[in-house]
């Protein structure tokens, strides 16, 4: 249960959190993203910063804004998102990607506005983003911590456990986004916890602010 005075059990730790979507532009005025509010990020930084860490937040647009403890990297596309990470990683204890990051962007059209009358239909090509929880996972030092975030449609905990390995995670949470009220755009999580010492755990539809208390005491079990 919660308790009106926050344990100090995060401080001096530094945290880094990602959070929100990103956006990736494809002409003057479009671009290609997705519905994330950056809640569950907001909720996991705010969490960390009451229990005493010293908290980053790199975000994606998102309409959020934080306690001026609370130091804030806005950034737009996953490349930022990415470049900024690689920046901030080295020196943090530990990371928390909750970012719905897009996998891929399209290949710009360009600055200009595209216009209707120049196509009858319309082709776009999409390359590949980098992955960054998989690359703070490369580097991860033996004196960092990693939690990942995984949003499933189907096979959520086989989904999970590849990603917990995949990006050499220490914890990951992963939900079923066909859930009403699990994902995107909802207060509340249910989500399926696994971590790096095989402990499993199924936790019932709960608040986002609720699940980032327990994902954090969940972390310092070991
Ligand atoms: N993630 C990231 N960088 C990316 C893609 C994902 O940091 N380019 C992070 C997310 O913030 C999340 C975790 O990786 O913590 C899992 O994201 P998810 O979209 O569920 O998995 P993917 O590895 O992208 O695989 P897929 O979307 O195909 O399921
Ligand atoms: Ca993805």
Known sequence: TLKAISPQDLAGQKVVVTLGPTREPWDGVRFWSNPSSGTMGACMAMAAYLR?????????????????????????????????????????????????????????????KFKKADADDLTITFKPNKDILYSMGQSKRTDQRLIGFAAETNSIQEAAQGKMQRKNLDLIAANDITQEGSGFGVSTNAMFVLDKNGRKETWPQLPKTEVAWRLWDHLLLD
């Open 52 to 112: 005493g860490a010293d908290v980053t937040v790199i975000a994606g647009p998102t309409s959020l804004d934080f306690p001026s403890g609370i130091s804030v990297v806005p950034v737009t596309t996953a490349a930022q998102m990415y470049d900024a990470c690689m920046e901030e990683w080295p020196g943090m204890d530990i990371g928390c990607a909750t970012a719905a990051v897009a996998d891929f962007h399209p290949v710009p059209y360009g600055d200009q």
